[in-house]
């Protein structure tokens, strides 16, 4: 088992920047690929980005593609998204995730390990 506790979101204005923090522990962390995922009111839960296990590779989905960075420290045992240019309809439940090294790490899915997410809500 690998616990996830995100922190970070808040309620920033349109054009603001914001960074999500999401601390794990129990097991290795280099031994998952990392990913964030987010869930606004009344949709469904959707990806945002991926990370490898090594911090190597990135991926992205295209709504935040240029303006939000995934990262990890891997002796912090942390995974990161920098949120710059925030907009209002990146107001949302954001939650951590992670799969096994194993799994292919460009993908949104086969995540199996949840955090309990963080709201940020972006004001126009």
């Known amino acids: 088992q690998v616990q996830l506790v995100e922190s970070g979101g808040g309620l920033v204005q349109s054009g603001d920047s914001l960074r999500l923090s999401c601390a794990a522990s129990?097991?290795?962390?280099?031994?998952?690929?990392m990913g964030w995922f987010r869930q606004a009111p009344g949709k469904e839960r959707s990806f945002v980005a991926a990370?490898?296990?090594?911090?190597?590779?990135?991926y992205y989905a295209d709504s935040v593609k240029g303006r939000f960075t995934i990262s990890r420290d891997n002796a912090q045992n942390t995974v990161y998204l920098q949120m710059n240019n925030l907009k209002p309809e990146d107001t949302a439940v954001y939650y951590c995730?992670?799969?096994?090294?194993?799994?292919?790490?460009?993908?949104?899915?086969?995540?199996?390990?949840w955090g309990q997410g963080t709201q940020v809500t972006v004001s126009s």
């Open positions: 129990g097991r290795t962390f280099s031994n998952f690929n």
């Open positions: 990370i490898s296990w090594s911090g190597g590779g990135t």
């Open positions: 995730a992670g799969k096994s090294k194993f799994l292919p790490w460009y993908t949104g899915s086969g995540f199996n390990y």
